[in-house]
């Protein structure tokens, strides 16, 4: 039963420690070089729509906002942080949350990239890894750098939550 609660309660602290990082990593590039990170309320609106059968928007700005999609974008977000620490507790185990290393966590972070390259991304209207966007290979490599950071942050908050794990 401990394996159990460490597991669920690391996963969800691991996940929002790392969804932390990146949130700060997007403010901080915001500021320092003008690049905009994702409006959180187009993923809010994309998932209303969702739930009424649109996967697929050409331009999901110019689609019809959602009540409440801005809360719903966000939520969804830091869920997706806590899924993706939950994958890596999955496959490298609790042992690692009680002594992290950083291979695995950036393995997770890294791959994580799939996510919007293949889902969100083509769903929202930009393209399969952002192709229809005016700059592709920029945004790629922003989303990568995003996700590369969400993979630090994993590390990060794994080395904050260990203390708190059954030996």
């Known amino acids: 039963m401990a ?37 959180y309320a187009l993923v809010g609106r994309w998932l209303g729509h969702l739930a009424s059968g649109r996967l697929r928007h050409d331009r999901i700005a110019a689609s019809p906002q959602v009540a409440g999609e801005r809360a719903i974008g966000w939520t969804a977000h830091y869920l997706i942080g806590i899924g993706f620490a939950g994958v890596l507790l999955a496959i490298f185990g609790l042992d690692w949350a009680r002594q992290p290393t950083i291979g695995p966590a950036l393995m997770v972070g890294i791959g994580s990239v799939a996510a919007p390259f293949l889902i969100m991304q083509p769903a929202l209207g930009a393209g399969i890894a952002a192709s229809r966007t005016p700059k592709p290979a920029s945004a790629r490599l922003q989303s990568l750098a995003t996700h590369a950071v969400f993979g630090f942050g994993l590390y990060a908050a794994g080395w904050l939550v260990r203390p708190w794990l059954h030996p």
Do not use: Q
Request: aromatic share 6%.
């Open 3 to 39: 394996e159990t609660v460490d597991y669920l309660v690391s996963a969800m602290l691991i996940g929002t420690g790392a969804t932390i990082v990146m949130d700060i990593w997007g403010m901080v590039r915001t500021r320092l070089l003008g690049i905009p990170s994702l409006d």
